[in-house]
């Protein structure tokens, strides 16, 4: 399956932006679909993850309440809407897919390039 992120860009803290993923080249429903972040000088990190169905999600506890993933499966579509944003959030975002409904963060196959999300202070 190939990936491919987009909007990221530069944003005051306590701002929004709203990330998508377009998927292609297999049957989407099939693929959990998730987001990964690497800020400069660290390694990457796990952010959230949705299931084909989009029943459930899960979130890492420096972003829960602030971050939300959701899928239009009928568009091939991932979206990772970002509130309140601080400058710790300043990183390089993947999306990443991983076929069934498990997600575990070391083993995912799939990955889009990143895009920038820069939040400024």
């Known amino acids: 399956v190939q990936l491919q992120a987009s909007g990221g860009g530069l944003v005051q803290a306590g701002g929004s932006l709203r990330l998508s993923c377009a998927a292609s080249?297999?049957?989407?429903?099939?693929?959990?679909m998730g987001w990964f972040r690497q800020a400069p000088g660290k390694e990457r990190e796990f952010v959230t993850f949705?299931?084909?169905?989009?029943?459930?999600?899960y979130s890492a506890d420096s972003v829960k309440g602030r971050f939300f993933i959701s899928r239009d499966n009928a568009n091939n579509t991932v979206y990772l809407q970002m509130n309140s944003l601080k400058p710790e959030d300043t990183a390089v975002y993947y999306c990443?897919?991983?076929?069934?409904?498990?997600?575990?963060?070391?083993?995912?196959?799939?990955w889009g390039k990143g895009t920038l999300v820069t939040v400024s202070s």
């Open positions: 990443a897919a991983r076929y069934g409904s498990t997600f575990p963060p070391n083993n995912i196959p799939y």
């Open positions: 949705i299931t084909w169905s989009g029943g459930r999600t």
């Open positions: 080249g297999r049957t989407f429903i099939n693929y959990a």
